[in-house]
């Protein structure tokens, strides 16, 4: 599986931005694909997940009701839309695939994809 993350850029808080993830690669279609996030000194933190097959999606408490994962069922493509961002929100993403459940930690996620910086300014 190959991932290329885009999107990210500058926006204020309150704002709103929506990220890509271009998917490739044979198998992608049965595996979950994840988002995470790094801000500067801070631990990579898993921000949602959706299966591809179903759709079934699932959220880290602090992104939730604010960002929404979904998928082009017909391409390959997982997007992140994030609404009322906020400066905490700032951070390197990364999407990331993995053939686990519910898998929420970065080391259960076999390929990454390079990361797109959101800087969310107050």
């Known amino acids: 599986v190959q991932l290329q993350a885009s999107g990210g850029g500058l926006v204020q808080a309150g704002g709103s931005l929506r990220l890509s993830c271009a998917c490739s690669?044979?198998?992608?279609?049965?595996?979950?694909i994840g988002w995470f996030r790094q801000a500067p000194g801070k631990e990579r933190e898993f921000v949602g997940s959706?299966?591809?097959?179903?759709?079934?999606?699932y959220y880290a408490g602090s992104v939730k009701g604010r960002f929404t994962i979904s998928r082009d069922n017909a391409g390959n493509t997982v997007y992140l839309q994030m609404n009322s961002l906020k400066p905490e929100d700032t951070a390197v993403y990364y999407c990331?695939?993995?053939?686990?459940?519910?898998?929420?930690?970065?080391?259960?996620?076999?390929?990454w994809g390079q990361g797109t910086l959101v800087t969310v300014s107050s």
């Open positions: 990331a695939s993995t053939y686990k459940n519910w898998a929420t930690g970065a080391a259960e996620y076999d390929y």
């Open positions: 690669g044979r198998t992608f279609r049965s595996s979950t």
């Open positions: 959706i299966a591809w097959s179903g759709g079934s999606t």
